[in-house]
């Protein structure tokens, strides 16, 4: 009866018993939201499971590309359902979520348990780098948008959206080959072990048909949860005085990042500030280059109208603080529990500005 994440599974035919009964939007949305975060682990843990079967460099990209198909499938429903601003928050919460929230309590809990940590600065940096490229990259069709189409979406616009969604994609299949093929070493951990994309222990190995099976079966049941999820975001709103950007900025982005942040921060107490450091900006990274032109190519097929990547002026703003801040203060190699409370409160604050902000 030890303690585990999967008696939240419970909560799957709860979300559906109270949807079907007509209940609250809010109890709705929190019940779908808390069945989520276990269908989130085992896509994870199925994911890192089928690696084991591949070899490291098809198993490393396997876990870089579907380490964050929650995020992704919780988006694609919100797509479909023509919440074109609650997905362009989630992107730039997933993103702050990773590089400020899960970081910041991995730093916590590892300086608190081990006092001093240190790991590769080397890879630290390049995390860096590839995320400043990502918010400069993610501003470029904002500036657009306000400066020359602030109204009505003019050709010009819909072609540089997606030129920047296919250059994202290029620069993410060039990131893979260099993390985990030709630079490998530059990413391996202070002991000399591991590196790239892997989230750690993954237990007893599944069989492969077990491990296929999990996967198939998670993603279905989170794209069925994601549905519910959706659905109750405007009733939650409403309910609860907050807006479709707080959601997305927030818990639709906390919600699909839950298993990958919880890995992040269960390997800082573990003192393995590599793997740490390696699930939280890798996840971040993967949003900006991956699941983000990923979601405007498939708006083109699913939405309502095709998904431009013009964020407002406060989502940019918070990229680029997150991004600059977050760069600061784990670009030495070095981490303690005072730098953690640093990144935790420039979140705090961040979603404190999104929940009071005026028509965000």
């Not at 979300?15 to 949305?29: D, I, K, T, Y």
């Not at 048909?209 to 975001?233: D, T």
């Not at 900006?288 to 708006?299: D, E, R, T």
């Not at 730098?339 to 420039?346: D, E, F, P, R, S």
Request: with cysteine.
């Amino acid at each position: 009866m030890k303690p585990s994440i999967n008696w939240l599974l419970v909560f799957i035919p709860i979300a559906l018993g109270v949807e079907h009964a007509h209940a609250s939007p809010p109890v709705v949305f929190f019940c779908a939201a808390l069945a989520i975060v276990p269908i989130a682990a085992l896509i994870v843990r199925s994911t890192g499971q089928l690696a084991t079967y591949t070899g490291d460099s098809v198993g490393g990209l396997l876990n870089a590309t579907f380490g964050n198909a929650p995020e992704l499938i919780i988006a694609l429903v919100a797509l479909h359902a023509g919440q074109l601003d609650m997905v362009r928050a989630s992107i730039i919460g997933a993103i702050l979520a990773n590089l400020l929230l899960a970081l910041g309590f991995a730093f916590l809990l590892g300086g608190l348990r081990h006092h001093d940590q240190t790991y590769n600065r080397v890879a630290a940096r390049t995390y860096a780098t590839m995320m400043l490229l990502a918010a400069m990259s993610l501003a470029i069709p904002s500036a657009f948008s306000r400066m020359l189409a602030p109204t009505e979406t003019v050709r010009q616009e819909a072609l540089l959206n997606v030129g920047v969604a296919a250059a994202l994609l290029a620069i993410y299949v060039l990131y893979l080959i260099y993390s985990l093929k030709t630079h490998r070493g530059s990413f391996a951990s202070e002991g000399g072990e591991g590196g790239g994309h892997g989230h750690g222990d993954e237990g007893a190995r599944w069989s492969l048909p077990r491990a296929v099976a999990s996967l198939v079966v998670a993603s279905l049941l989170a794209a069925w949860m994601s549905e519910v999820l959706v659905g109750a975001a405007d009733g939650t709103g409403k309910a609860l005085g907050m807006s479709s950007v707080f959601i997305g900025i927030v818990f639709l982005a906390v919600v699909g990042g839950a298993a990958e942040s919880g890995s992040a921060i269960a390997m800082g107490a573990k003192n393995k500030p590599d793997l740490s450091i390696s699930i939280a900006l890798g996840s971040s990274i993967q949003i900006a280059l991956f699941i983000a032109p990923v979601l405007v190519f498939a708006s083109y097929f699913i939405a309502p109208m095709p998904l431009e990547l013009s964020f407002s002026r406060a989502e940019v703003g918070t990229l680029f603080i997150g991004v600059i801040i977050g760069a600061m203060v784990y670009g030495d190699g070095q981490a303690n529990w005072f730098k953690g409370v640093q990144l935790i409160t420039i979140y705090l604050i961040i979603a404190m500005m999104f929940y009071f902000m005026p028509g965000a």
